[in-house]
């Protein structure tokens, strides 16, 4: 067997691992520009006539960062036409590979903004550029990959055997693609029914907080050499076990959670139970997602000093319905670390969106709150880290705002 088949095989294999949409996307890019060489991709989805980029890889830019910063990437859409080259890709369902993206001959219809390079400082030289088309011939998409590199460091044009390996390989990620968003559609269906019950559960909420954790969690576990598969494993269950934080608020009653006032201590008491009624949706632990969502959902209300709820009780004994007095809060590291997590990207969306009820704090006072909660509310090391990565939850607001799910 070739190095190339084998690696043809070992990507479809990891790729069928991921669940999460998300995390999924910015594998397949990963992979694609891995296998064939390239510096720098893009990958868009479709969504109606216009492609929106999801994320965006650039090595050449990516080391002229700190250790430990990841290159942000603006959000934009680009129509489905013939104008620009990944459009005409996504338009024709078919793939360009391009050697001078400065010398496209005239009679194309496509033409290469370079508006980009003009910021960045980066020259493109070559693109190869696929259609996601699944086998009902829909696309699904586009996966761009920009400037093939030699074993010598050079820029070099991509070769024709590369197109049907990344051919084969759109293949495998346009499947993968297909199964990871029924995933995320279950997800956001589970969501919207907590949704109509407390309004502040939107799917741009769940979807900020989600991926905000996953920064934080990859900052974390960097920080201690975690290895990378583990680390892609574990980030893939988070952000939907993230998710589903405050599931558990569909066993809440509507008068308790519309109540438009303060809550008197018997509804407060029923308030704090839909961390253990959404735990209890996890209880049978089938999969790392049940255990970690379960943690989670349980746990993402206390607080680092032990101040939080619903603490040490036995609600895993509990009768369906019964509403159980808090217990002794858990302290420190004795909360799972990923409710830990959880609670700062919870807390970070929450002071910084408006909602009914409230308009958005200003930036500048949500950071000072959070910063003075360190070491009270949240863990200090994950404060620390969520200072390190905010300029990418930033990204991630612009993702997500709070019209789109």
Known sequence: MTNQMKKILQIDKDLNKIQDLDILLERILFYAREAVGADAGSIYIK?????????????????????????????????????????????????LNITDMYNIPEEKPYSFNTHFDEVSGYKTVSSLTFPLITNQGEVLGVLQLLNAITPKGNIT??????????????????????????????????????????????????????????EIYEAWARRRDIPEDTL????????MAAMLHDVGKV???????????????????????????????????????????????????????GSGYP?????????????????????????????????????????????????????????????DCAGSKFDPELVDIFFEVLPILKQIQRKYPDHSE
């Not at 590369?162 to 968003?181: I, K, M």
């Not at 308790?256 to 809550?263: A, C, H, N, T, V």
């Not at 029923?270 to 209890?280: C, E, F, L, N």
């Open 47 to 95: 969504d109606g006539n216009e492609l929106e980029i999801k994320y965006a890889q650039n090595d050449t830019l990516q080391k002229k960062l700190a250790e430990g910063q990841k290159l942000g990437f603006d959000i934009f859409r680009i129509p489905v036409n013939e104008k620009t080259i990944s459009g005409y890709v996504a338009a024709k369902a078919t793939h």
């Open 157 to 214: 044009s991509f070769k024709k055997t590369d197109e049907p390996f990344v051919l084969h390989f759109a293949s495998t990620a346009t499947v993968a693609l297909q199964r990871a968003r029924m995933t995320r559609t279950l997800l956001l269906r589970m969501i919207q029914m907590a949704e109509l019950r407390d309004p502040k559960e939107t799917g741009a909420h769940v979807n900020r907080v989600g991926s905000y954790s996953c």
């Open 232 to 239: 892609q494993k574990q980030k893939d269950t988070l952000r």
């Open 251 to 305: 066993g809440i009653s509507d008068i308790i959670l519309k109540k438009p006032g303060r809550f008197n201590d018997e509804e407060y008491e029923i308030m704090k139970s839909h961390t253990y009624v959404g735990a209890r949706l996890f209880a049978e632990e089938e999969s790392d997602l049940d255990s970690i969502a379960r943690d989670i959902a349980v746990s993402h209300h206390e607080n680092w000093d």
């Open 311 to 371: 603490g040490q009780i036995n609600w895993v004994d509990a009768k369906a319905d019964e509403i159980l007095p808090s217990g002794t809060g858990l302290k420190g590291e004795s909360i799972p670390l990923y409710a830990r997590i959880v609670s700062l990207a919870d807390v970070f969306d929450a002071l910084s969106s408006r909602r009914v009820y409230k308009e958005a704090w200003t930036e500048e006072d949500v950071l000072n709150e959070i910063r």
